[in-house]
């Protein structure tokens, strides 16, 4: 008997079983992804800088009202609408690398406390004091870390021990330059892609608006663009409406009129008191074609290691 079904097909069941579970799984995949909402796929938005549980119930107790009108946001975070949006900061203030890295930087505490350090920005008017406490907070670790280092250099090595206990003892954290805060990354292309370029990109005058959306009206920072790899393809095949003037890729709200009233048509700035007509996206990527370096990568190898 056992000649008719030779050994082989025992596994057969097995591997029609897994065939069709494997079609089934790729069917409810797919439906699922095309049918979920653009937003949930790439809304993620999580509260920012991400405190602990203590850290966080202190700060709602304290801050008072005005937390982002986002459902499960409880407390007023860092935002982009105050400080870029109402305050005007150009992004590189802070994002201090993407015109010459390829990574974009978050930027240490120093440079918040640039500002909200004691009696900088009036914190009984603007900055309240209970809501920006965790940049300081994070700073003062450095500053512990200082007073410790200087008794050291100072060849206090009993002094500098005891004060470093002190600081133990009271939960205090010493940290050089400061602690870092806990803020949460939001997007991220996942690791079998090449490191991505930025400095090529907002060189080349793709501004930070084409694949960040209007960071400039988010309280809370979320992912507007999918980031896959067919949305990086088919900008690198026609990056034509993307394209503006590299001064401009940080002047988000310029550059969404540009792009979407303006169609990225050549426009003659109101400010220029000499009316120089700007560049729309076919001269700039006519510009571009010309420069000897010129890459829009379909290649694997480009983005793929
Ligand atoms: C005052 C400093 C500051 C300025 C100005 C600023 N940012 Fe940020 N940015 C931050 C901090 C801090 C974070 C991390 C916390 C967060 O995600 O909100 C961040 C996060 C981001 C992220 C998300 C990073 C991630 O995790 O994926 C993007 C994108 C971004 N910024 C773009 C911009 C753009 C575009 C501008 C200019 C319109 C800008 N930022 C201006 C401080 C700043
Ligand atoms: C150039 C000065 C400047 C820098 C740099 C700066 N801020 Fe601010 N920040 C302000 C001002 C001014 C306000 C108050 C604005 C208002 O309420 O209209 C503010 C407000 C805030 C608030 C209170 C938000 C609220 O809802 O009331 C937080 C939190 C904050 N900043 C965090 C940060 C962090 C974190 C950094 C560093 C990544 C930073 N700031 C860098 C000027 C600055
Ligand atoms: C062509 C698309 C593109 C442009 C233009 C662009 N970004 Fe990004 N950005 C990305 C992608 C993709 C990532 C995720 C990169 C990764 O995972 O390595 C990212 C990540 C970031 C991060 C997070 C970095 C980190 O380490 O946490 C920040 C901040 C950021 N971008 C800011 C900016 C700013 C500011 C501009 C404009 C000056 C800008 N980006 C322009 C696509 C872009
Ligand atoms: C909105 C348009 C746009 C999107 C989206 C975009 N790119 Fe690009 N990319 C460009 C342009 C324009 C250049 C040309 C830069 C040059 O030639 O100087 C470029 C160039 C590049 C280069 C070559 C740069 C160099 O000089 O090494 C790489 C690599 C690259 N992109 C990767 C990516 C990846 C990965 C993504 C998706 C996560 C992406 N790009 C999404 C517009 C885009
Ligand atoms: C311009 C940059 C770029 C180029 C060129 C590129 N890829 Fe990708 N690829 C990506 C990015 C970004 C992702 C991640 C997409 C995501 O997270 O959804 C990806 C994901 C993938 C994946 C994972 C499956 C998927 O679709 O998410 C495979 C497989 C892949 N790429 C193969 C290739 C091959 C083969 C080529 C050449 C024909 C190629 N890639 C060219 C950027 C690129």
Redesign the pocket.
């Known amino acids: 008997m056992s000649t008719i079904f030779p050994k082989w097909t025992n596994a057969l069941p097995t591997v029609l079983l897994g065939g069709v579970l494997s079609t089934l799984a790729v069917g409810v995949g797919a439906a699922w992804y095309y049918a979920t909402p653009k937003y949930w796929r790439s809304g993620y938005m999580p509260a920012q800088?991400h405190l602990d549980e203590l850290a966080e119930v202190r700060l709602i107790k304290v801050?008072g009202a005005?937390?982002?009108d986002i459902p499960g946001h409880t407390y007023?975070?860092?935002?982009h609408q105050?400080?870029a949006g109402?305050?005007g900061?150009d992004c590189r203030?802070?994002h201090s690398h993407v015109e010459e890295s390829p990574e974009a930087n978050?930027?240490?505490?120093s440079?918040?406390?640039?500002?909200?350090a004691d009696g900088?920005?009036?914190d009984e008017?603007?900055?309240?004091k209970n809501?920006?406490q965790?940049?300081r907070d994070a700073w003062e670790a450095g500053v512990r870390y200082t007073v410790v280092d200087a008794l050291k250099k100072e060849g206090k090595i009993d002094e500098a021990e005891a004060k470093s206990k002190e600081f133990a003892e009271a939960g205090l954290h010493v940290v050089k330059g400061g602690a870092s805060?806990p803020w949460r990354r939001v997007h991220k292309v996942p690791d079998y892609v090449r490191n991505f370029p930025h400095h090529a990109h907002v060189a080349a005058g793709v501004s930070c608006y084409s694949c960040h959306g209007n960071i400039m009206e988010m309280?809370v920072v979320y992912q507007e663009q999918p980031l896959s790899m067919s949305w990086c393809l088919e900008c690198h095949a026609n990056p034509e409406p993307h394209l503006v003037p590299p001064s401009k890729v940080t002047d988000l709200y310029w550059v969404r009129d540009q792009l979407t009233a303006n169609k990225n048509a050549p426009v003659t700035s109101t400010t220029d008191p000499l009316g120089v007509l700007t560049k729309g996206g076919k001269g700039l990527l006519e510009d571009l074609a010309k420069k000897p370096m010129h890459l829009l990568p379909q290649n694997c190898g480009a983005c793929h290691y």
């Open positions: 800088p801050a005005n937390p982002p007023p975070g860092f935002s105050i400080h109402k305050l900061m203030y802070c978050i930027p240490s505490v440079t918040c406390v640039g500002c909200h900088h920005v009036n008017l603007y900055a309240k809501r920006v965790f940049v805060l309280p």
